[in-house]
């Protein structure tokens, strides 16, 4: 009897050990990561015909950029030529290698992962050290640049515009920086309500500032910001106080005066010098 007890126990013992053991061991499987999708290819061809050729390319979003040159050489037409790639004016590891003469053209042709706002920058094909074709990759550029500054008064309320071209696509968003001496602060309309406003729109975004002081005065940025890179405008500001238009006016005021004052001075000198002149010649005819 005492032995049937201990072998039910070994049993129950044995069974519970079990049951931990497959409790530590068993956990929730890892969800399987899902696919990344491809990124989307973007495709440059130019032929050169001369030394130097330069091709602006702008990118909104990460893609692979495919970049093909053709030379159509110079006038030695050489049957081989050393090609390579380089990006910013440093040569692209591994990228060296002799370039046939092929239907009266040398290709080179190579694809780049353009993620990142670092991935930009100037990519070259280069036919024999001399001959190259420079793609210049960035964010769209804002065609419209203002010369001259806005000008406002004191207390009065400015409106600061930038807008990208219709040909270009939109941004996702739009950023407005201040200059403070060397760096760029970004102004935040939803803490300074009162002071400033911003009205986005798809291509244009316009700042508002109100109640201006000559502190307001400056430089301002208008950043338009993609998903790979951002571009910026400037726009320049100048507040003056309502007597600043005045003054060449006062100035023409203040001199006109002073001759007007020296003229009447001269005028009564003289007219005192022959007054004087005129009494000591009817002194002298009286004494004759």
């Given at each position: 009897m005492v032995a049937s007890w201990k072998q039910l126990f070994f049993h129950l013992l044995l069974l519970l050990c079990c049951r931990l053991t497959q409790t530590k061991s068993a956990g929730p499987s890892a969800p399987p990561e899902p696919p990344s999708s491809p990124l989307p290819t973007l495709s440059k061809r130019v032929v050169l015909k001369g030394d130097v050729?330069?091709?602006?390319?702008?990118?909104?979003?990460p893609v692979i950029l495919?970049?093909?040159c053709n030379w159509t050489g110079?006038?030695?037409?050489y049957p081989n030529v050393t090609g390579f790639w380089s990006k910013d004016g440093t040569e692209i590891e591994e990228s060296r290698l002799t370039v046939p003469l092929k239907n009266e053209h040398?290709?080179?042709?190579q694809k780049f992962n353009i993620v990142s706002q670092e991935n930009l920058g100037n990519y070259s094909c280069v036919f024999g050290g001399d001959a190259k074709i420079n793609f210049v990759l960035a964010a769209p550029?804002?065609?419209?640049?203002?010369?001259?500054?806005?000008?406002?008064?004191?207390?009065?309320?400015?409106l600061i515009t930038c807008?990208?071209?219709?040909?270009?696509p939109p941004p996702t968003t739009w950023i407005w920086y201040k200059a403070n001496g060397t760096e760029k602060e970004q102004i935040l309309a939803a803490t300074e309500s009162q002071r400033h406003e911003i009205k986005n729109q798809e291509r244009k975004t316009q700042l508002v500032?109100?109640?201006?002081t000559e502190a307001d005065s400056g430089s301002y940025f208008c950043s338009a910001v993609y998903a790979i890179s951002s571009t910026l405008g400037h726009v320049e500001l100048k507040v003056i106080t309502f007597y600043e238009p005045l003054k060449p006016f006062m100035a023409i005021v203040i001199e006109v005066t002073v001759l007007v004052a020296a003229i009447l001075l001269y005028e009564k000198s003289r007219s005192k010098?022959?007054?004087?002149?005129?009494?000591?010649?009817?002194?002298?005819?009286?004494?004759?």
């Open positions: 050729y330069m091709e602006r390319v702008e990118v909104v979003s495919e970049l093909e110079d006038a030695d037409r040398y290709h080179l042709q550029q804002m065609g419209e640049v203002r010369d001259k500054p806005i000008v406002s008064y004191v207390g009065d309320t400015a807008k990208m071209e219709d040909t270009k500032v109100h109640n201006l010098k022959t007054s004087s002149e005129g009494n000591e010649d009817n002194d002298q005819a009286n004494t004759l």
